[in-house]
């Protein structure tokens, strides 16, 4: 997904995606991961990129606006294997 929007916005050449979805196939390993590793774009383009290819508003944050307390929210074991964090709390509503 993120390769092909690459690749048609003439960020990445063909053979780099070429490369990548090689890569991607054999070795179970992420899109995004392989795209920074190889630093084909920068994290900020490549997210920025994710934002609006899922609709979903990009968010900065600095570590000092995470609530300590938010993170009891989601095990430790989530965040590791889905890497996302607790942002805050607001009522009912978990911002991840």
């Given at each position: 997904m993120l390769l092909e929007e690459l690749l048609k916005k003439g960020l990445i050449t063909k053979k780099e995606f070429v490369s990548v979805e090689?890569?991607?196939k054999t070795s179970n390993r992420k899109e995004e991961e392989l795209i920074l590793e190889k630093d084909l774009v920068s994290e900020d383009v490549l997210?920025?990129?994710?934002?609006?290819?899922l609709n979903i508003p990009l968010?900065?944050?600095?570590?000092?606006?995470?609530?300590l307390d938010t993170l009891k929210f989601i095990p430790e074991e989530s965040v590791i294997t889905y890497q996302m964090i607790p942002l805050a709390k607001k009522g009912n509503v978990l911002d991840v």
């Open positions: 090689y890569e991607i997210f920025a990129l994710k934002s609006k290819i968010r900065e944050i600095s570590i000092e606006e995470i609530n």
